[in-house]
C-alpha cells in the first residue's frame, strides 16, 4: 500500500523508524528485532540510509524483508547527496523489484571523511531535484522530512519556503526532526497551513531513555532540550533505569497532547529498540 493512501483513510498512524544493520548492530540481529517491532501492528515500518549510501544494500535488504516477508508496509529512507542520476536509478530499481512503494527522498548531510565538495560531486543539490525526479520517473509515494525548529542551515522562514518546494513537487507526506517541545510543533503546524502546506505533518517522536545519547542527539539536530526535560535529565540522567521510565512518560505525554491537537502521524524512532517501544504503545494503546 502507498503510504499516501494509509494517512487518507486511517488515523491515527502510528510508524516505527529503525537502522540498518551496521558494523554494531549485525543483520540477523536486526531481523530478530524488526520481527518483534513488527508483532506490535505498526502501520509502517521506515529504514534508514546510512550517510552518503553506506549502508545502501542494507535498507533494501531490510525493508524486503519488512514488506515481503513480515508483510507489514515499509518505507525506505534515500539521500541524494554526491549521487549521480544513474546510482539513484538502480536503487530505485532495486526498490521496485522487492515490491516497495514508499520512499523518504532526502539530501542528507556530508558522511565522515567527506567535506563539501560532495555537494558539487553528484546531480542533486536538495531533496526537492530528488522528489522531482522520483516523481517524474517512479510509481511511489513520496515521503520528505522537516524541521519544527528549522534545519541547521536556514532560518525557519526560509527553510519552510523551501518545505512548500518539496511539497509543490510531488511530497504526499512530512516526518520531522525530533523535538520535544510540542507548542513549537503546533506553531509550526500554523505557519504551514498559512503556506497551503496541507499534507499531513507527521511527528517525529523519540524516547529519551539515556541521557548522555539525547544530549548528542540534540546537538547534531539541532533542536532544544525544554527546561521540563532538562530538570528530568539532571534529576534522572544517572540512574539508567529512571532515566527510562521518565523518558517513556515524556514520550508518552507528547504523544498524547499531539493526538488531543488532531495531530494524525506518530513516528516513533525506535532506536532499534523493542522494550521502550512496546511500553509506549501499551500506554497509547486507547487511542490506537
Ligand atoms: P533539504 O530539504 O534539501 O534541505 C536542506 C537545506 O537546504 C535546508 O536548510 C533547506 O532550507 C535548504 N534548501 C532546500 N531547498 C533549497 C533551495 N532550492 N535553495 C536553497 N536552499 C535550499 N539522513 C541520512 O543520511 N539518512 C537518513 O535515513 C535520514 N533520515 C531522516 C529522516 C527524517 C525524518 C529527518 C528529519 C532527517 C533524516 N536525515 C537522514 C537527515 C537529513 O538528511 C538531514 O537533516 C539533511 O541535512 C537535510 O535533508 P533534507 O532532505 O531535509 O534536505
Known sequence: ??????YENKNPVFSFEIFPPNKNFLEEK???????????????????????????????EIASYIKNELKIETLAHLTCIGSKKQEIANFLKE??????????????DIPQGENESIYNRGDYK?????????????????????????????????????????????????ISQVFF???????????AEKLSINVPLVAGIIPVTNATQIKRITA?????IPLKLEKILDKYGSNPDSMKKAGIAYATEQIIELLSNDIRGIHLYTMNKTDTTKEILDNVSFVR
Open 181 to 191: 517541545e510540542n507548542e513549537t510543533f503546533l506553531r509550526f503546524r500554523e505557519q
Open 220 to 224: 547534531l539536530c539541532n533542536c532544544k
Open 1 to 6: 500500500m502507498k503510504i499516501k493512501n494509509l
Open 95 to 108: 526498490l521496485k523489484n522487492n515490491n516497495i512503494k514508499n520512499i523518504l527522498a532526502l539530501r542528507g
Open 30 to 60: 536486526l531481523k530478530t528485532v524488526t520481527k518483534e517491532l513488527a508483532s506490535y501492528k505498526p502501520d509502517f515500518i521506515s529504514v534508514t540510509y546510512g550517510a552518503g549510501g553506506t549502508t545502501k544494500s542494507g535498507t533494501v
Open 126 to 174: 536538495y531533496a526537492s531535484d530528488l522528489i522531482k525526479d522520483i516523481k517524474e520517473n517512479e510509481d511511489l509515494s513520496i515521503g520528505a522530512a522537516f524541521y519544527p525548529e528549522t534545519h541547521y542551515e536556514n532560518n525557519d522562514l526560509i527553510d519552510l519556503f523551501h518545505l512548500k518546494e518539496k511539497v509543490d513537487l510531488g511530497a504526499d507526506f512530512l
